[in-house]
């Protein structure tokens, strides 16, 4: 390596780049697509000169559910502007060269610290827990405002890098309902940008529009001007003013020659001729061929969306260190086979009260953790999602007594009192229900692999119950392996 005032303290081995204490780790082409090694690292320096790879990689990182992930810091390295708004939005800066990495330092130690801020209880339905990762985001970069950007890979034409990233393009329109759905619980407010027109059955809004005869519905026609001939009065198609010969006009009916527009003759309109079914009209319909589901609607009956620049309220900025108390809380209370946050909690007091006076009685709780459900249920969508709760119950109470209870909060958090049961058998327990619902999803769920974490505990007779489950769960949910 050269010699400069900053190189000969930046050591660069098999792609870590280490300078004083942080520890970088460079991303180049042919290092795969895997990022799972990288949790590690304090920052990633990606090597950006192919768009397609850079904007696999920032997607892998920025739209996976761990903020060990998500909120890494990301350079660019070797990127010439393409465009693409989900590359130029979703990096951390970009490097010329290796040089620069000392004056980053302190963008990545900045970032490292505000993300110690983010609030990490797991609470809430699918569209909370993404909007709350989105925010932690917004907080550790100090952005606040979501903006649009014309994109040809998106459904609806319009992107929004940060959410966008966590669907597929031909998800685009569920971007739409979660902004919607943010503005609900006034985390957001908008700001008219433009508008689309999307399809009326698949939501989606590359169309191709088309002027269509009104009695055959053929787009095969032919236009052209109406001409009034003020000396006679005829009216007809130009062409029937026209000759073979040369560009004069004359008037099949009165044979005159036409002189000046607007002196001896007009164009008041144009006349639409069907080549399919040759029929004359005046007025055609536009219909829109959805080009994704093939759908060919006119075009009074396409759905209009604003397309908004976004804004945080302060209820959405507070929301990465506070956490996000929606109005609609809940929706899993009623899952069979389980029981309420209240009635749960109620049900562990008791069973403090009555094991503190028999102490040969052991009770465990257990806490279940499933990581990656949201992208499953993302999967199965809005109506199935509780009958796949619901059989997840079921599947639990085949494992464990009749008497034992289950409280779900959230899709991703499974409370599990164990009566008279010892941690290490609850422990075991728990090992079997997790592989059978790991067997369970992946043989129905094309081989769909959950990621779960456990941990049991004897249930406390000293203290409050609440404050043993919190750090239970707290211990569950930022175990990674
Ligand atoms: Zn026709
Ligand atoms: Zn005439
Ligand atoms: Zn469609």
């Known amino acids: 390596m050269e010699t400069t005032k900053h190189k000969s303290r930046i050591e660069f081995d098999n792609n870590v780049l280490n300078y004083e204490n942080q520890h970088l780790y460079l991303f180049e082409s042919f290092s795969g697509l895997k990022i799972d090694h990288l949790v590690g690292y304090d920052a990633i320096v990606l090597e950006a000169n192919d768009a397609d790879f850079t904007r696999i990689i920032l997607k892998k990182f920025r739209s996976h559910s761990n903020p060990e992930f998500y909120l890494k810091p990301i350079f660019l390295i070797n990127y010439k502007s393409s465009g693409d708004p989900i590359i130029e939005h979703l990096h951390d800066g970009i490097l010329v060269s290796f040089d620069q990495i000392p004056e980053k330092v302190n963008d990545i130690q900045e970032l490292f610290v505000r993300s110690t801020h983010i609030d990490n209880s797991p609470s809430g339905s699918f569209e909370v827990l993404l909007m709350k990762k989105i925010l932690n985001y917004m907080y550790t970069r100090e952005l606040r405002s979501f903006k649009p950007y014309p994109n040809l890979n998106s459904a609806v034409g319009f992107t929004y890098p940060l959410l966008s990233i966590n669907f597929e393009p031909f998800e685009e329109t569920k971007v739409l309902e979660i902004l919607d759905w943010a503005q609900k619980e006034n985390l957001i407010w908008p700001d008219f940008y433009d508008r689309v027109y999307l399809c009326n059955s698949c939501g989606a809004g590359h169309l191709s529009y088309r002027e269509i005869c009104p009695s055959c519905d053929s ?76 759908t060919d609607s006119d075009v009074q009956y396409l759905v209009s969306k604003n397309i908004n620049v976004y804004r945080l309220t302060k209820k959405g900025r507070n929301a990465a260190t506070s956490g996000i108390i929606t109005s609609e809380y809940g929706g899993m209370e009623e899952v069979f086979g389980a029981v309420d946050h209240k009635t749960f909690n109620t049900m562990m007091h008791y069973e403090q009260e009555r094991i503190k006076h028999n102490t040969s009685q052991n009770t465990t709780i257990a ?64 090992q079997k229900v997790n592989d059978k619902i790991e067997e369970m999803v992946f043989n129905n769920f094309n081989k769909f692999q959950l990621v779960m974490h456990y941990k049991t505990a004897p249930l406390n007779t000293e203290g409050a119950f609440e404050k043993q489950l919190q750090e239970l769960t707290k211990a569950v949910t930022e175990q990674h392996d």
């Open 219 to 294: 787009a095969n026609m032919k236009s052209e001007d109406l001409i009034h001939h003020f000396p006679c009065g005829n009216i007809g198609p130009i062409s029937d003013f026209k000759n073979k010969v040369d560009s004069v006009l004359n008037c099949p009916k009165c044979n005159k020659a036409l002189r000046h527009i607007g002196v001896d003759y007009d164009k008041p309109s144009i006349i639409n001729h069907c080549l399919t079914c040759n029929e004359v009209f005046q007025d055609y319909i536009v219909k829109a061929l959805c080009l994704q589901c093939k």
């Open 367 to 430: 806490v279940l953790h499933i990581e990656n459900i949201y992208d499953l249920l993302r999967k199965l969508g809005k109506s199935k999602e509780k009958a796949f709760i619901t059989e997840l119950v079921q599947l639990i109470r085949e494992n464990i007594t009749p008497a034992d209870f289950i409280n779900i909060s959230n899709p991703s958090l499974i409370l599990i009192c164990m009566n008279d049961t010892v941690s290490t058998d609850a422990l075991q327990l728990m």
